[in-house]
C-alpha cells in the first residue's frame, strides 16, 4: 500500500486538504490523483475545521484498533505519526 493509497482509506480527500493545508498554506493536494496544485481561492470555517480535527482523531483511533493485537509496520506507524502532527498543527493554528 503506498502512502498515498493509506492516507486515502483513512479520510476523505476534504479531509486530506485541510491536513495538507496545515503543513503548506494554500497547496492543494489531490490524493487520488497523487497532484498538488496551488489554490488561493480556499477559505476555513473554525467550526468546520474543529468538526474536522474531532473527526479524524476518532479516523485514526478507529484505524489504529483495526489492528487489534497485530503490530503495524513501520511505514504504517510512521504515516499516521505525520498526520497525527498534522492535526497538532492545525489545532495550535485554530486555538491562535
Not at 487489534?68 to 498526520?83: A, F, K, L
Request: charged share 20%; aromatic share 12%; hydrophobic share 35%.
Amino acid at each position: 500500500m503506498t502512502n498515498f493509497e493509506l492516507l486515502n482509506n483513512i479520510f476523505t480527500e476534504e479531509q486530506l486538504f485541510f491536513i495538507s493545508a496545515t503543513a503548506i498554506p494554500e497547496i492543494n493536494i489531490n490524493f487520488s490523483e497523487e497532484t498538488i496544485t496551488f489554490n488561493t481561492t480556499k477559505t476555513y470555517n473554525r467550526d468546520e475545521i474543529s468538526n474536522f480535527l474531532a473527526s479524524s482523531n476518532n479516523s485514526i483511533q478507529e484505524y489504529k484498533n483495526s489492528f487489534g493485537s497485530e503490530p503495524m509496520d513501520e511505514t504504517t506507524r510512521d504515516n499516521i505519526t505525520w498526520i497525527t502532527d498534522q492535526l497538532r498543527k492545525l489545532e495550535v493554528y485554530l486555538n491562535t
